[in-house]
């Protein structure tokens, strides 16, 4: 089935230490993004991709790092992971940067820093 | 600030019961409004998109409806099923932006009753 494959799906990690949240799309779609999702709080864009070999800053980018090396994967890193970055990690991807195509969703990683 | 407001914030219904979830925004421009399922433990999945001409649209047994002078949204679901039980997001997206702008609601989360 044509989608996003997110790696891991959960993981505990101890503060200070890295960690890089893996995501790929077999859709051939331009755009993807990094969201986390915090109870009672919406979805918040990290940083996006519009194509390979460009990024950019969403929302809450600090203490967090992404690379587009090609068109399928779009990894994101912690570099030294902090209790406040415990939360859930969707990755996503349109056809196009903008506003009129659906997003299609990972099903996400559960990351617990402690 | 473009936010989006949803209630209620839960509900339970029996099984085979009609609801209507609640979506009000103050996102300007205003390009389209989406209403997401998300199935705990999964990521978001689209229901509908609707641009600010639409006034309805249906995915089976789920209508979504858009009043774009009052920035109001509905989804209403009829014949409830267990497996409608989940969180229901509604986005809107803020017009053609660098990186689509989507503002997320803090979903209503349902729970289907046998």
């Known amino acids: 089935t044509a989608g996003i494959t997110q790696a891991p799906t959960s993981q505990i990690l101890a503060a200070g230490r890295s960690m890089t949240l893996r995501c790929t799309q077999d859709m051939r779609h331009n755009a993807m993004y990094w969201y986390r999702q915090d109870l009672g709080l919406g979805l918040r864009l990290i940083h996006y991709?519009?194509?390979?070999?460009?990024?950019g800053k969403g929302e809450v980018p600090d203490g967090y790092s992404v690379s587009r090396a090609n068109t399928d994967d779009f990894p994101l890193t912690l570099a030294s992971a902090v209790p406040s970055q415990t939360s859930v990690y969707f990755c996503a991807s349109s056809a196009s940067l903008g506003t009129g195509g659906g997003y299609t969703f990972g099903s996400g990683t559960r990351l617990t820093v402690v | 600030k473009n936010q989006v407001e949803q209630s209620p914030q839960s509900l339970i219904i029996l099984e085979g019961k009609n609801c209507t979830l609640q979506c009000n925004y103050t996102v300007s421009p205003f390009s389209n409004l989406r209403w997401y399922k998300q199935d705990t433990g999964r990521g978001p999945v689209s229901l509908t998109i609707?641009?600010?001409?639409?006034n309805t649209k249906s995915n089976g047994r789920y209508t979504a409806t858009l009043d774009a002078d009052t920035k109001q949204s509905s989804l209403h679901i009829t014949a409830s099923q267990l497996s409608d039980s989940a969180s229901y997001i509604c986005v809107v997206s803020e017009g053609v932006g660098s990186q689509g702008n989507l503002i997320f609601g803090k979903g209503t989360k349902l729970s289907v009753k046998p």
């Open positions: 609707m641009t600010f001409s639409e």
């Open positions: 991709s519009n194509t390979a070999g460009t990024t």
